[in-house]
């Protein structure tokens, strides 16, 4: 599968291809809320959704657009706050994605019940954060498999840049709280074959714990 028709959940880990969290897009109106380094909302529209991108920068808003472009495919783009998503109807939206986005935003429930309302029942929230286990070890300090953060301390901003991690309890009763059912909880495992040969972002840790968290849930009744 050409790189612009797959979909990437994090770094190191393998992709929708393998994962097949997402299912048949053909028709689908899908929105992505943020778009990172490798935004899925092209992917998406190539492969024949109507897909929606949210994001707050300008500036990778303006990136994704010249993605569009190259790729030949349509997208919407909305800037501002990822739970701001009055300008869908209820019930109108068949998934809703975010790889590594959700950790930047100051309320992750006002989140999941603003997806709620414009997801159809049944359809999937699929979303990925740093896995909380990732925080107990200074992935880049000079003794990487040193334990230096309790792993149910998470409350300290990262350092290194990446989105906030949750526990998944967390997670789990926050979804459960905005009537969503999770059915599928992934720990890829990290490959080091997965990392460029200039990635600063990969650590000999990796090949202990796991790096990235992938959560399915799917909206409940209204």
Not at 88 to 109: H, I, K, T
Request: glycine fraction near 6%; include cysteine.
């Amino acid at each position: 599968m050409p790189p612009d028709e797959d979909v990437s959940y994090g770094p190191h880990i393998v992709a929708e291809r393998e994962l097949r969290l997402l299912g048949d897009l053909r028709n689908k109106r899908v929105v992505e809320l943020g778009c990172g380094e490798r935004s899925a909302s092209v992917a998406f529209a190539v492969q024949g959704a109507i897909a929606i991108a949210v994001d707050t920068s300008t500036e990778r808003l303006s990136r994704l657009r010249r993605a569009a472009n190259e790729a030949e495919v349509r997208l919407e783009l909305r800037e501002g706050d990822l739970a701001d998503l009055a300008f869908l109807r209820a019930d109108s939206v068949d998934l809703v994605f975010s790889a590594y986005a959700l950790g930047d935003v100051d309320d992750l429930g006002r989140v999941f019940r603003q997806v709620h309302r414009v997801l159809r029942v049944g359809a999937p929230l699929v979303f990925s954060l740093p896995h909380p286990f990732s925080r107990v070890v200074d992935l880049h300090g000079a003794e990487p498999q040193r334990l230096v953060h309790s792993y149910f301390d998470l409350s300290a901003a990262p350092s290194d840049g990446r989105p906030r991690a949750y526990l998944v309890s967390e997670l789990f009763t926050l979804l459960t709280r905005a009537s969503y059912r999770v059915d599928a909880i992934v720990e890829p495992e990290p490959e080091p074959s997965l990392a460029g040969p200039h990635d600063t972002t990969w650590s000999e840790a990796l090949a202990y714990l796991p790096g990235t968290l992938v959560i399915r849930a799917r909206k409940e009744g209204n």
